[in-house]
């Protein structure tokens, strides 16, 4: 039976990547890579920024403080409230760590100065980064059962904790960015396009760094490389190697429980994992920027590929929504309005 279940979705996952073929849509040429440092044009320079406080926030599906809810904050212990940048890292869902974030950052040779403490301290922003429960976690067997919701959920909750903690962290619940890498960009996504999910705070923006455009990944055969990339062969180039079959399969067990495609789709829908679906013109303005460019099999890199970027983008073009790629590494890309990270925040926190 497991056999014949993985053969379909085998099947069905072949038969999609290769329907709806199209041209792929032509990025500006690029422009040389500038680093302009963050204005501070913001009036709330007065104060240091603390080194990091690290902690454990409540959350009612994790209750025992562990890893899983460690969080960081740098913070001002006096005068105004401050904007807050909240970070996710990234890792599949599947591991990594807050440090990713802490600074100086770890997020790989182009983004590794997106953020530093003068910039932050410049401008008056807190900044926080947050540990949630990943899959698969051989180490921890009482983490088997759970699916991608459940990380999903667990970043809501520090949210939630930073909300209900404003006071305490000298922040501004209504002046709040939600920035990601890879998974923890995926996240800040599922956060930031439902921002009247969480009561009481007000999302501004969102920094998707090697994103993905959804969390079905039965979508990106059909709804993301065949229309943003078709030309390239890059999704069909990966599912037909021996480690993209294998991905697409672990990975699907592991997000949703199953790999019947039908049961997978009907998981997306009920949690809002097809996050180009969610866009619309209220949302907070989106800022992305990929550095992918092969994985670590020579295939091209399918999770952080410039298609998501693409299919993000044109959705919030169709939505009327406001939206920006930065940077892509492959096809090499600079958007000409280059922007920095830190000015996009003083910005958007305006």
């Known amino acids: 039976m497991k056999k014949n279940s993985l053969l ?3 099947a069905i996952l072949l038969f999609l990547s290769c329907t709806n ?42 209750p025992t403080p562990n890893k899983h809810n460690e969080f960081f904050i740098r913070c001002y212990p006096y005068g105004a409230p401050r904007p807050l940048i909240i970070t ?18 770890n997020i790989g040779p182009v983004f590794k100065d997106l953020i530093t403490v003068k910039y932050l301290e410049n401008n008056g922003f807190a900044y926080a980064g947050a540990n949630y429960r990943v899959l698969g976690n051989a180490a921890d ?14 970043c809501k909750a520090f949210v939630e904790y930073m909300r209900d903690n404003a006071v305490k962290y000298n922040i501004d619940p209504n002046k709040i960015i939600v920035m990601g890498y890879s998974a923890g960009a995926s996240a800040s996504l599922w956060l930031g396009l439902q921002n009247g999910a969480i009561s009481g705070i007000t999302i501004k923006g969102i920094v998707a760094l090697n994103t993905q455009s959804t969390l079905n990944i039965t979508e990106w055969g059909t ?48 949690n809002n994992l097809s996050l180009y679906n969610l866009i619309d013109s209220n949302d907070p303005e989106l800022y992305m920027a990929t550095d992918a460019t092969t994985d670590a099999y020579g ?6 590929h410039y298609a998501h970027d693409l299919t993000l983008i044109n959705r919030s073009i169709v939505e009327g929504h406001r939206a920006k790629i930065l940077y892509t590494a492959r096809p090499l890309y600079v958007n000409p309005n280059f922007e920095s990270v830190m000015q996009f925040c003083v910005r958007i926190f305006q």
């Open 223 to 270: 709804n993301v490389f065949s229309v943003n990339a078709p030309s390239t062969g890059d999704y069909n180039n990966f599912y037909n190697s021996s480690t993209g079959k294998e991905f697409l399969i672990n990975s699907s067990l592991d997000y949703y429980g199953t790999t019947n495609v039908f049961e997978i789709y009907h998981n997306s829908k009920i």
């Open 299 to 304: 295939n091209a890199d399918i999770a952080h």
């Open 8 to 10: 379909f979705i085998v």
């Open 88 to 105: 996710f890292h990234g890792g599949f869902f599947k591991y990594g760590d807050k440090k990713q974030f802490d600074l100086p950052l």
């Open 141 to 154: 067997p009482s983490d088997d059962n759970l699916r991608i919701k459940d990380c999903l959920n667990d």
């Open 21 to 62: 073929k199209k041209s792929d849509p032509i990025l500006p040429k690029p422009t040389g890579i500038s680093n302009p440092s963050s204005p501070s044009n913001i009036n709330l320079r007065t104060g240091t920024l603390s080194d990091s406080i690290w902690g454990n926030y409540p959350n009612p599906n994790n």
